[in-house]
């Protein structure tokens, strides 16, 4: 969205690695884009910070699963039922969050950490085997 390429013209941004995916990211010389047959957890274990705009909930989950720290557009966390991931509403508030998390390494650990103990606790698969058997024998 807007928001992703008024941040990729923003200072903050000077002098970081910057990996991107998807079209219209080219004409950014310096980010380096993701390939379709790259391992993503790979990718994401080696993130400092993800940025997600209008993502599906199951790369959201994924991230957190690698304890990754992401910031989500308000639009992607909509379709999750919890408010431990850190979301952004406007340029404005991508920005403020990007530059407050990327500066304070344990507030980012916290956020990670909380996102992926709700995943691993929430979407794993002894969990769903769980509800399955709480919905059939109810």
């Known amino acids: 969205g807007s928001s992703l390429v008024e941040l990729a013209n ?11 995916e ?5 004409r950014f010389g310096s980010f380096i884009p993701v390939h379709a047959h ?18 599906s909930v199951r790369s959201v989950l994924e991230v957190a ?16 039922d919890t408010d431990v991931f850190q979301s952004y509403n406007s340029q404005e508030e991508l920005i403020e969050k990007f530059d407050f998390y990327w500066n304070r390494v344990d507030q980012r650990r916290l956020a ?22 709480d919905r059939i024998f109810r």
């Open 10 to 20: 923003h200072a903050l941004l000077s002098g970081k690695k910057v990996r991107v």
């Open 65 to 80: 699963a690698c304890g990754t720290f992401q910031l989500n557009s308000i639009s992607t966390n909509r379709n999750l």
């Open 38 to 55: 790259e391992d993503r957890a790979a990718l994401y274990n080696g993130s400092k910070m993800v940025i997600q705009d209008n993502s």
């Open 112 to 133: 990670a950490s909380r996102a992926m103990a709700y995943v691993k606790y929430n979407h794993s698969y002894l969990q769903s085997s769980l509800q399955l058997l």
């Open 22 to 26: 998807g079209k219209g990211w080219k």
